[in-house]
């Protein structure tokens, strides 16, 4: 089961519910939240790179009390800088210009393409003991996370899981702000997502979910066409599907993404 996150803020649980979430601290992602010790924790800041888009600022891994910290093109280890590929305390990091993936022995893998996309896989011995914007992992996608505690919403449920430091200075994301409604743009993100190149995945995934993310993204776009507000939702759609035995055939051109 995975756990992503990318592009304009979005998020997808390990449950399968896709929400959005555009705060700017340092957040659990994902952590074993079982017992009073924690055999992992994935925190992730996230920070407006210069085309005012989120990116992924770094990935702080702890397994048991081994650390792991991943910026764009950098690996530390234990507070110092590794090389790659590393091996040490039953964790496994590899890392190429495009992607840092870390595999870990007790049942998790990471892969991020040091951008804007975050992906971590979690063996199914951790169902019902996780907790962070990943979700509880407890196989029922219906809002759990959101509605448990009365009337929740996204924004809500993403401030909680803020990790607090006592000198960050990172305001949270306004909980009364609605999302816009994004409707005019349906058919464009409809016609993306269901191009023959992805015929393979339309039975493993569920398109209504990402045509609604690929709707948000053009939103917030608002009419500039970079590659980020096009191509970022449909590279994760490639991905999952890819990660669901699908297999997407190349839908990038030298015009597209």
Not at 36 to 52: C, D, P
């Amino acid at each position: 089961y995975v756990c992503s996150t990318w592009g304009n803020n979005h998020f997808k649980t390990f449950d399968g519910d896709i929400y959005q979430f555009p705060g700017l601290c340092e957040y659990n992602f994902a952590s074993d939240c079982q017992g009073t010790f924690k055999e992992f924790s994935v925190h992730i800041q996230r920070a407006l790179n210069r085309n005012n888009h989120p990116q992924i600022q770094y990935i702080l891994l702890t397994v048991k009390d081994f650390t792991v910290y991943l910026r764009p093109k950098v690996v530390v280890v234990e507070g110092k800088i590794v090389k790659t590929p590393y091996y040490g305390s039953g964790v496994l990091i590899e890392s190429n210009d495009i992607y840092t993936k870390v595999y870990v022995k007790l049942g998790l893998n990471l892969v991020w393409n040091q951008e804007d996309a975050l992906m971590v896989e979690l063996d199914t011995k951790f169902n019902n003991r996780t907790c962070g914007l990943c979700g509880d992992y407890n196989g029922v996608p219906i809002y759990n996370e959101f509605i448990n505690a009365g009337d929740y919403n996204s924004i809500t449920y993403g401030n909680l899981q803020k990790i607090s430091k006592p000198n960050a200075r990172c305001e949270d994301p306004d909980e009364t702000k609605a999302l816009p409604s994004c409707n005019g743009h349906r058919d464009e993100c409809q016609r993306l997502l269901t191009s023959s190149a992805f015929a393979d995945c339309w039975v493993r995934l569920n398109l209504e979910m990402y045509i609604q993310a690929c709707m948000q993204d053009k939103c917030a776009c608002e009419g500039k066409e970079d590659s980020f507000c096009l191509c970022s939702t449909i590279s994760e759609f490639s991905r999952q599907c890819s990660h669901a035995g699908g297999r997407p055939s190349e839908w990038r051109t030298q015009h597209f993404c």
